[in-house]
């Protein structure tokens, strides 16, 4: 069964740009989170996609979006990217949202903005 | 609201010696909890879990680890410890009717020396 991959590995933006991170679900998986993880510190949840519905959101500000398409992709949208926003973008599959199912981590998106 | 304390940023080790990673969570309910390793350039892989049941987990690649709820404690332990265990190790906890979104500590650095 292939992993979850994600897309880019690396990427520089300016401040007040706008990014798309994607993932790719691990074969099977219908649930991907996002989660933000800056320098020295533990990942931090931003939202969860269930069957192409946002199904819980963490403390983020609406500029962080997303989306999840019918093959179970997702993408991540930031607008307005600010200095504080540099830090490693991880997508996490399973098979539903609820706790019993196991998280699949990808490597990650590592993004600085300048 | 819950929140994950890894009191010890980093535990220096040498190789065939014993460790203990500590963690303690804070949370006004119960709590599922769970044990994370990051290598470098990597994802995040589970390598136990405690959801009901035996305090005693154990996990994969020999660690275990004890689910003490009077002092609200999940420490990781291995009896002895190998090279390939250097990477970051990152406890997390989730509410059990909350699904698999997780809260994350700020992780611990264990680097195993010869």
């Known amino acids: 069964e292939t992993g979850v991959t994600q897309s880019p590995t690396h990427l520089i933006k300016t401040r007040g740009q706008q990014v798309t991170l994607r993932c790719s679900s691990q074969s099977g998986h219908n649930t991907v989170s996002w989660y933000q993880q800056a320098l020295g510190q533990g990942p931090q949840f931003i939202f969860q996609?269930?069957?192409?519905?946002?199904?819980g959101r963490g403390n983020f500000p609406p500029r962080f979006s997303g989306l999840q398409f019918p093959n179970y992709s997702s993408e991540l949208n930031v607008n307005a990217l600010e200095l504080d926003d540099s830090a490693l973008y991880l997508c996490a599959s399973s098979l539903g949202g609820s706790t019993n199912e196991k998280l699949f981590f990808g490597s990650g998106t590592q993004l600085s903005v300048l | 609201a819950q929140s994950v304390t890894q009191l010890d940023s980093q535990v220096p080790v040498f190789e065939e010696a014993p460790v203990e990673l500590r963690c303690n969570y804070s949370s006004s309910v119960s709590v599922y909890l769970f044990w994370y390793v990051q290598y470098p350039n990597q994802g995040l892989q589970l390598l136990l879990k405690?959801?009901?049941?035996?305090?005693l987990v154990k996990g994969i690649n020999g660690f275990e680890a004890e689910f003490n709820k009077s002092q609200t404690s999940f420490h990781l332990r291995k009896p002895s410890v190998h090279i390939s265990d250097t990477a970051e190790y990152f406890c997390?906890?989730?509410?059990?009717?909350?699904?698999?979104?997780?809260?994350f500590g700020t992780g611990t650095q264990l680097k195993v020396e010869l």
């Open positions: 996609y269930y069957r192409e519905e946002e199904n």
């Open positions: 997390a906890v989730s509410d059990p009717g909350g699904g698999n979104k997780l809260t």
């Open positions: 405690y959801l009901s049941g035996s305090t």
